[in-house]
């Protein structure tokens, strides 16, 4: 991981730069990921979640491994170097586990790691924060320290067996829940204070120096706060610089740590520059990809009915919405209306594109418009921005050109906010 410890050293420096994480196991927002990181010719960092890629195949069925796999043959495709990609792994803890007693879900948390480590991932954000069976609510520092520190052991035992580049590590206690609230926010969220963060990095470097480990912590290059960021169904907590001033200051003092920022998704573009310039320099986004993707497949859904007719259409629009009804449980206990189950920022449809039917029902919509390519009129009436891209020759007018097109929109605005990295 030496790109993004030079990176974070150039950030450290002064220079008002850097990254983003794309948190996403669907192809097409990889795809878009990596064409945008080839466009600007910047470091693309991909992350795998621990619900979406771990040894029982999470949600989307593929393991570590195969994750790094589909990357890969994605990159090869793209025709972007192995070497400008860096894979990282996102909430790896007890995340996936949380029905189990602490002392088995950490031992399955062990094995998620040395399956990460094992495939090639070396950015390892240790999450520890969430309540097991039996645990009181909220965790103590001291017992999430103590866990990640644990975890971090087993990722280092790993990494001296493998070999490769040394992990690098990013830790927290106030990390926010994966995919965003659950819960109707606030105007205003309280942000973490610098007091807390200096605990919470006192009390993490005291677990590892406590298990020998006083050499992985000079790898541990973010910590995960609250800058005062959040979404939840329909509505944006925007970043606010003023509000973090003294959490910014503490962080700079620091010579080797950043801010990792999560939940960043949908933040107006200023807001992104503010956050980096902030030393929230890793920016992490995913629902708001998958979000853009539904975005531009309900659209195209809806082209490809005017244009062929009822009949002909794919219906990839009532096929994944049928399937959600009939496979409730990645939404049933967050949303409470139709309303939210198609258009919620928190998109629970991305645990729903990886099946089958949904995956055939988008392979003949694209198919359809392949074959029939659909007037610019219409495109110009539900996708005017792609429509002017066409005009332009920057897309052909294909769907998956579309939809990757509408992806990167979002792309392209951390990648600016990030600054060069050349």
Wanted: proline share 4%; with cysteine.
């Amino acid at each position: 991981m030496k790109l993004i410890l030079d990176l974070i050293k150039r950030h450290k420096s002064g220079e008002s730069i850097g990254i983003y994480a794309t948190c996403s196991a669907h192809p097409l927002v990889i795809e878009a990921a990596l064409l945008q990181g080839k466009k600007d010719n910047t470091l693309v960092l991909i992350e795998a979640t621990s619900n979406q890629v771990n040894q029982d195949g999470g949600y989307t069925g593929m393991k570590p491994a195969d994750y790094i796999e589909l990357v890969y043959k994605i990159a090869d495709k793209v025709g972007i170097s192995h070497e400008k990609i860096l894979l990282g792994g996102d909430h790896l803890g007890p995340n996936c586990w949380q029905s189990l007693a602490s002392d088995e879900a950490m031992e399955k948390s062990k094995v998620l790691i040395k399956n990460y480590i094992a495939a090639g991932f070396r950015k390892i954000h240790l999450d520890c924060s969430m309540s097991c069976a039996g645990d009181p609510v909220p965790l103590s520092d001291e017992t999430v320290s103590q866990r990640a520190a644990i975890l971090c052991q087993v990722a280092e035992e790993m990494w001296s067996e493998v070999g490769g580049e040394a992990p690098v590590y990013v830790v927290g206690t106030e990390v926010p829940v994966p995919g965003g609230a659950q819960e109707d926010l606030e105007e205003e969220l309280a942000l973490t204070t610098d007091c807390d963060a200096k605990k919470t990095l006192d009390i993490h470097e005291a677990a590892f120096e406590a298990l020998g480990l006083s050499d992985a912590w000079e790898r541990v290059i973010g910590l995960v706060v609250q800058p005062g960021v959040e979404f939840d169904h329909h509505k944006v907590i925007h970043y606010n610089s003023k509000k973090a001033t003294a959490l910014s200051q503490f962080i700079q003092s620091n010579p080797h740590i950043i801010y990792e920022a999560h939940s960043t998704d949908y933040q107006k573009d200023q807001a992104y520059m503010d956050l980096v310039n902030d030393h929230f320099a890793i920016l992490k986004v995913g629902p708001a990809l998958t979000y853009a993707l539904r975005e531009a497949v309900f659209a195209l859904d809806t082209i490809e009915r005017e244009w062929l007719g009822e009949e002909k259409a794919s219906q990839v629009r009532s096929i994944l919405m049928k399937i959600m009804n009939d496979k409730p449980i990645y939404w049933e206990s967050y949303y409470h209306n139709k309303l939210d189950l198609e258009f919620s920022f928190s998109d629970r449809s991305r645990y729903y594109w990886p099946e089958k039917t949904v995956v055939a029902a988008l392979e003949m919509l694209n198919s359809n418009l392949m074959e029939s390519p659909a007037p610019l009129t219409l495109i110009s009436q539900y996708l005017p921005v792609q429509y002017k891209a066409i005009c332009n020759g920057e897309i052909g007018n294909t769907a998956n050109e579309i939809i990757l097109h509408k992806i990167m929109e979002v792309n392209s605005i951390y990648n600016k906010a990030c600054g060069s990295q050349k």
